[in-house]
């Protein structure tokens, strides 16, 4: 099965960094510590996607709900403060007087 995405890369920084290979009992801890990031674009499509809805009162469950759209995953704290981050921006840019 081909890798994609984050496990490709994670994989070729770990074998750049252990050139004579990795034992296979520690593939698995290895990956346990990639931590997922969503990348700002993926941040960027969530928030344009919920703030088209037009709604304004906008909570955790409905970021929650794009973020696993747009990146298949269920979203990390971290995650979530990102985008509640560019959505408060982005309402607070569409209540500033004209």
Excluded: S
């Amino acid at each position: 099965v081909p890798l994609t995405g984050l496990v490709t890369t994670f994989d070729a920084v770990i074998r750049a960094g252990y050139p004579h290979g990795v034992p296979y009992a520690d593939y698995v801890p290895l990956l346990a510590l990639l931590r997922r990031r969503m990348p700002d674009n993926a941040v960027a499509a969530v928030a344009t996607h919920v703030a088209a809805r037009g709604e304004l009162n906008i909570d955790a469950c409905d970021i929650q709900a794009a973020i696993t759209r747009v990146a298949a995953e269920l979203p990390c704290a971290a995650d979530l403060e990102r985008v509640q981050g560019r959505l408060a921006a982005i309402v607070g840019l569409t209540q500033q007087p004209a």
